[in-house]
T-cell receptor, first 114, second 114 residues
Framework: DARVTQTPRHKVTEMGQEVTMRCQPILGHNTVFWYRQTMMQGLELLAY????????DSGMPKDRFSAEMPDATLATLKIQPSEPRDSAVYFCASGNGVYNSPLHFGNGTRLTVT | AQSVAQPEDQVNVAEGNPLTVKCTYSVSGNPYLFWYVQYPNRGLQFLLK??????LVKGSYGFEAEFNKSQTSFHLKKPSALVSDSALYFC????????????FGSGTQLTVLP
Protein backbone atom coordinates (compact mmCIF):
# COMPACT_ATOMS: atom_id res chain seq x y z
CA ASP A 1 0.00 0.00 0.00
CA ALA A 2 1.62 3.25 -1.15
CA ARG A 3 2.20 5.80 1.58
CA VAL A 4 3.82 9.12 2.31
CA THR A 5 6.96 8.71 4.40
CA GLN A 6 8.17 11.38 6.79
CA THR A 7 11.42 11.48 8.71
CA PRO A 8 12.23 11.89 11.51
CA ARG A 9 9.10 10.93 13.43
CA HIS A 10 10.27 12.85 16.46
CA LYS A 11 12.77 15.67 16.87
CA VAL A 12 13.82 17.47 20.03
CA THR A 13 16.13 20.40 19.58
CA GLU A 14 17.27 23.52 21.34
CA MET A 15 16.17 26.99 20.40
CA GLY A 16 18.35 28.44 17.66
CA GLN A 17 19.21 25.15 16.05
CA GLU A 18 18.40 24.24 12.46
CA VAL A 19 15.73 21.62 11.90
CA THR A 20 15.19 19.72 8.66
CA MET A 21 12.15 17.55 8.07
CA ARG A 22 11.90 15.25 5.07
CA CYS A 23 9.04 13.80 3.11
CA GLN A 24 8.85 11.17 0.41
CA PRO A 25 5.56 11.59 -1.47
CA ILE A 26 3.73 8.71 -3.08
CA LEU A 27 5.35 7.76 -6.37
CA GLY A 28 3.56 9.47 -9.22
CA HIS A 29 1.94 12.16 -7.12
CA ASN A 30 2.71 15.64 -8.41
CA THR A 31 1.40 17.79 -5.55
CA VAL A 32 2.99 18.08 -2.11
CA PHE A 33 1.69 19.97 0.89
CA TRP A 34 3.21 20.86 4.24
CA TYR A 35 0.83 21.33 7.18
CA ARG A 36 1.44 22.23 10.80
CA GLN A 37 -0.87 20.96 13.54
CA THR A 38 -1.13 22.50 16.99
CA MET A 39 -3.82 22.38 19.63
CA MET A 40 -4.39 26.11 19.40
CA GLN A 41 -4.35 26.62 15.62
CA GLY A 42 -5.44 23.25 14.33
CA LEU A 43 -4.20 22.38 10.83
CA GLU A 44 -2.38 25.18 9.03
CA LEU A 45 -1.21 24.99 5.43
CA LEU A 46 2.42 26.10 5.26
CA ALA A 47 3.41 25.38 1.66
CA TYR A 48 2.21 23.74 -1.51
CA UNK A 49 4.12 22.39 -4.51
CA UNK A 50 2.93 21.26 -7.90
CA UNK A 51 5.40 19.46 -10.18
CA UNK A 52 8.13 20.47 -7.70
CA UNK A 53 7.41 24.18 -8.15
CA UNK A 54 6.32 26.14 -5.08
CA UNK A 55 2.87 27.58 -5.73
CA UNK A 56 1.86 28.85 -2.34
CA ASP A 57 3.93 29.40 0.76
CA SER A 58 1.88 32.25 2.16
CA GLY A 59 1.26 30.33 5.37
CA MET A 60 4.93 30.00 6.16
CA PRO A 61 7.00 32.43 8.26
CA LYS A 62 9.44 33.50 5.57
CA ASP A 63 12.20 34.67 7.84
CA ARG A 64 12.90 31.26 9.32
CA PHE A 65 11.08 28.62 7.29
CA SER A 66 11.94 27.31 3.87
CA ALA A 67 10.46 24.51 1.78
CA GLU A 68 12.00 22.84 -1.24
CA MET A 69 11.65 19.85 -3.53
CA PRO A 70 15.12 18.87 -4.72
CA ASP A 71 13.56 16.10 -6.77
CA ALA A 72 10.21 14.41 -7.27
CA THR A 73 10.85 11.92 -4.47
CA LEU A 74 11.91 14.35 -1.75
CA ALA A 75 10.38 17.41 -0.13
CA THR A 76 12.09 19.23 2.72
CA LEU A 77 10.96 21.75 5.31
CA LYS A 78 13.66 23.65 7.16
CA ILE A 79 13.47 25.90 10.16
CA GLN A 80 16.48 28.09 10.94
CA PRO A 81 16.71 29.25 13.63
CA SER A 82 14.10 27.23 15.48
CA GLU A 83 12.04 28.75 18.30
CA PRO A 84 9.90 27.18 21.06
CA ARG A 85 6.73 28.41 19.29
CA ASP A 86 7.62 26.15 16.35
CA SER A 87 6.86 23.11 18.50
CA ALA A 88 4.12 21.24 16.66
CA VAL A 89 3.45 18.22 14.50
CA TYR A 90 4.39 18.82 10.88
CA PHE A 91 2.60 16.78 8.23
CA CYS A 92 3.42 16.22 4.62
CA ALA A 93 0.67 15.20 2.21
CA SER A 94 0.74 14.32 -1.46
CA GLY A 95 -1.88 14.18 -4.18
CA ASN A 96 -2.32 13.30 -7.83
CA GLY A 97 -3.13 16.87 -8.80
CA VAL A 98 -6.82 16.25 -9.47
CA TYR A 99 -8.94 18.61 -7.42
CA ASN A 100 -11.58 16.07 -6.47
CA SER A 101 -9.05 13.47 -5.34
CA PRO A 102 -8.11 13.10 -1.68
CA LEU A 103 -4.74 13.91 -0.18
CA HIS A 104 -2.56 11.23 1.37
CA PHE A 105 -0.85 12.19 4.61
CA GLY A 106 2.32 10.99 6.24
CA ASN A 107 2.43 10.22 9.95
CA GLY A 108 4.10 13.51 10.75
CA THR A 109 7.19 14.82 12.49
CA ARG A 110 6.64 15.82 16.10
CA LEU A 111 8.98 18.74 16.76
CA THR A 112 9.82 19.97 20.23
CA VAL A 113 11.98 23.07 20.54
CA THR A 114 13.27 23.74 24.05
CA ALA B 1 -13.72 32.49 -0.31
CA GLN B 2 -14.21 29.04 1.13
CA SER B 3 -14.64 27.97 4.73
CA VAL B 4 -15.75 25.01 6.78
CA ALA B 5 -17.05 24.81 10.33
CA GLN B 6 -17.24 21.93 12.76
CA PRO B 7 -19.38 23.29 15.55
CA GLU B 8 -18.59 20.58 18.09
CA ASP B 9 -15.11 20.14 19.54
CA GLN B 10 -16.16 16.92 21.25
CA VAL B 11 -18.81 14.29 20.61
CA ASN B 12 -19.47 11.43 22.99
CA VAL B 13 -21.61 8.46 22.06
CA ALA B 14 -22.25 5.03 23.54
CA GLU B 15 -21.03 1.99 21.67
CA GLY B 16 -23.75 0.61 19.43
CA ASN B 17 -25.56 3.93 19.16
CA PRO B 18 -25.67 5.97 15.97
CA LEU B 19 -23.18 8.81 15.69
CA THR B 20 -23.20 12.12 13.87
CA VAL B 21 -20.32 14.55 13.45
CA LYS B 22 -21.45 17.87 12.05
CA CYS B 23 -19.91 19.97 9.29
CA THR B 24 -21.11 23.06 7.47
CA TYR B 25 -19.34 24.80 4.61
CA SER B 26 -19.29 27.94 2.56
CA VAL B 27 -18.08 28.18 -1.04
CA SER B 28 -18.83 30.34 -4.06
CA GLY B 29 -19.02 27.52 -6.57
CA ASN B 30 -19.76 23.83 -6.30
CA PRO B 31 -18.30 22.21 -3.19
CA TYR B 32 -15.91 19.30 -3.12
CA LEU B 33 -16.31 17.88 0.38
CA PHE B 34 -14.13 15.42 2.26
CA TRP B 35 -13.99 13.69 5.62
CA TYR B 36 -10.71 12.55 7.15
CA VAL B 37 -9.97 10.69 10.39
CA GLN B 38 -6.88 11.01 12.55
CA TYR B 39 -5.87 8.37 15.08
CA PRO B 40 -3.30 9.20 17.78
CA ASN B 41 0.22 9.71 16.47
CA ARG B 42 -0.93 9.23 12.89
CA GLY B 43 -1.59 11.38 9.87
CA LEU B 44 -5.04 12.10 8.49
CA GLN B 45 -6.69 9.27 6.61
CA PHE B 46 -9.28 9.79 3.91
CA LEU B 47 -12.76 8.46 4.77
CA LEU B 48 -15.10 9.65 2.02
CA LYS B 49 -15.88 12.46 -0.36
CA UNK B 50 -18.75 14.16 -2.13
CA UNK B 51 -18.14 15.63 -5.55
CA UNK B 52 -21.43 15.24 -7.36
CA UNK B 53 -24.33 12.83 -7.67
CA UNK B 54 -26.09 10.98 -4.87
CA UNK B 55 -26.37 13.07 -1.72
CA LEU B 56 -25.62 10.06 0.50
CA VAL B 57 -22.00 9.04 0.23
CA LYS B 58 -20.64 5.80 1.67
CA GLY B 59 -17.04 5.48 2.77
CA SER B 60 -14.58 3.41 4.74
CA TYR B 61 -15.28 1.60 8.02
CA GLY B 62 -19.06 1.85 7.65
CA PHE B 63 -19.15 5.63 7.66
CA GLU B 64 -21.42 7.66 5.44
CA ALA B 65 -22.14 11.34 4.96
CA GLU B 66 -25.12 13.26 3.71
CA PHE B 67 -24.70 16.28 1.48
CA ASN B 68 -27.40 18.88 2.01
CA LYS B 69 -27.09 21.79 -0.40
CA SER B 70 -29.85 23.91 1.11
CA GLN B 71 -28.33 23.67 4.58
CA THR B 72 -24.74 23.72 3.26
CA SER B 73 -23.97 20.75 5.44
CA PHE B 74 -22.06 17.51 5.09
CA HIS B 75 -22.57 15.59 8.33
CA LEU B 76 -20.68 12.35 8.96
CA LYS B 77 -22.75 9.45 10.23
CA LYS B 78 -22.50 5.84 11.28
CA PRO B 79 -25.46 3.67 12.28
CA SER B 80 -23.67 1.82 15.08
CA ALA B 81 -20.55 3.25 16.74
CA LEU B 82 -17.57 1.17 17.78
CA VAL B 83 -15.05 1.99 20.50
CA SER B 84 -12.40 1.82 17.78
CA ASP B 85 -14.10 4.75 16.00
CA SER B 86 -12.78 7.04 18.72
CA ALA B 87 -10.55 9.52 16.91
CA LEU B 88 -10.30 13.08 15.64
CA TYR B 89 -12.43 13.80 12.58
CA PHE B 90 -11.84 16.57 10.08
CA CYS B 91 -14.17 17.94 7.46
CA UNK B 92 -12.59 19.69 4.47
CA UNK B 93 -13.89 21.67 1.53
CA UNK B 94 -12.59 22.88 -1.79
CA UNK B 95 -14.42 25.28 -4.06
CA UNK B 96 -14.75 23.36 -7.34
CA UNK B 97 -14.81 26.62 -9.24
CA UNK B 98 -11.46 27.86 -8.03
CA UNK B 99 -7.88 26.74 -7.81
CA UNK B 100 -7.77 27.09 -4.05
CA UNK B 101 -6.58 24.20 -1.96
CA UNK B 102 -8.42 22.27 0.70
CA UNK B 103 -9.65 24.14 3.75
CA PHE B 104 -9.89 21.96 6.86
CA GLY B 105 -12.22 22.37 9.77
CA SER B 106 -10.99 22.57 13.33
CA GLY B 107 -11.70 18.93 14.00
CA THR B 108 -14.13 17.04 16.24
CA GLN B 109 -12.91 14.57 18.83
CA LEU B 110 -15.21 11.56 18.82
CA THR B 111 -15.24 9.36 21.88
CA VAL B 112 -17.22 6.13 21.81
CA LEU B 113 -17.90 4.88 25.30
CA PRO B 114 -18.02 1.13 25.97
Amino acid sequence: DARVTQTPRHKVTEMGQEVTMRCQPILGHNTVFWYRQTMMQGLELLAYFRNRAPLDDSGMPKDRFSAEMPDATLATLKIQPSEPRDSAVYFCASGNGVYNSPLHFGNGTRLTVT
Amino acid sequence: AQSVAQPEDQVNVAEGNPLTVKCTYSVSGNPYLFWYVQYPNRGLQFLLKYITGDNLVKGSYGFEAEFNKSQTSFHLKKPSALVSDSALYFCAVRDGGSARQLTFGSGTQLTVLP
